[in-house]
């Protein structure tokens, strides 16, 4: 009985996968938001109808019904936004930096964190498989 319960948590603890950071945060924000000095946080609370018209465009809703953006400006000036998000995919959990110019338009995509099965995304994302992959989807919306 002693060797089974040993054998479970060694189990247990052998695939307890860590978060594993690809991009610190602030070099995400300093890569999204070139030349931006001053920063705000804003949080946007949509209603749950919102919410699920986003999940419906985009497969993706944000915790909550909250989504918290944080602009740049630099003399006062609006230098774009940067959201953090997470996202699922086939191998586990990523969390995405998304930077916006002013107008609005994506300026780049940071992968910044994985969490789960980490290892086969560690090495697609630091050989550039999920860089290409976004770069590709942010280009035209449509992967090609």
């Known amino acids: 009985m002693k060797t089974i319960i040993l054998g479970a948590v060694a189990a247990a603890l052998l695939h307890i996968t860590p978060t594993v950071v690809l991009v610190k945060r602030q070099d995400a924000v ?3 938001l070139p030349g931006a000095d001053q920063f705000a946080a804003r949080e946007l609370h949509l209603s749950s109808a919102d919410s699920k018209r986003l999940h419906d465009a ?3 809703e ?7 953006f944080y602009v740049g400006k630099h003399q006062d000036q609006a230098s774009g936004a940067l959201i953090f998000m997470r996202v699922d995919c086939q191998h586990g959990p990523l969390e995405l930096a998304i930077g916006f110019d002013p107008r609005g338009t994506v300026r780049g ?4 964190r994985v969490y789960g099965r980490a290892d086969r995304q560690r090495r697609d994302a630091r050989g550039g498989g999920l860089s290409v992959v976004l770069q590709m989807t942010v280009r035209d919306g ?3």
């Not at 944000?62 to 918290?68: A, E, I, K, L, Y």
């Not at 995509?109 to 910044?112: I, N, P, W």
Request: zero cysteines; aromatic letters at 4%; hydrophobic letters at 35%.
């Open 109 to 112: 995509v940071e992968v910044t």
């Open 30 to 32: 300093n890569r999204l």
């Open 62 to 68: 944000p915790p909550d019904g909250v989504v918290t």
């Open 142 to 144: 449509k992967g090609r």
């Open 58 to 60: 985009v497969g993706w």
